[in-house]
């Protein structure tokens, strides 16, 4: 026959848990060092954040998924050549717009790049 259990009531088991809390407390409030008021001057110091010195406006900000791949030719090229990563990506948009893109549409040659990498990363089930 199994052995009748003894079980804690919940208010026991509520008095014991805030008996350790407030001891936890106490140790703690023991441990740190006393706050200090603020002072008028305290209160009154403004956060001076550096200026941006790029000339680009930080909007137009775009979520890009990368390859692999890609990702880590970027941070092989951000670590050794120590540039910035954005600027990599930036690089090499100006690039594929300076010899594909006319101002309106872009190279037959470019559609066809285009057209090669979506067949390549975007396989038919």
Known sequence: MPKPKNF?????IEREIGD???GLYQQASQQMPPMVNPTPQMMMTRVVRR?????????????????????????KIHWTSRVDRQDV????????????????RVTPEAEQKIKDYYARTHPEY
């Open 8 to 12: 804690n009531s919940i208010g026991d």
């Open 20 to 22: 350790r809390t407030r």
């Open 51 to 75: 200026k941006p010195q790029s000339i680009i406006p930080r909007v137009n900000g775009k979520l890009l998924f990368l390859e692999d791949a890609h990702n880590e030719a970027i941070e």
């Open 89 to 104: 990506i930036r690089a090499a948009i100006q690039d594929f717009i300076d010899r594909y893109f006319d101002g309106e």
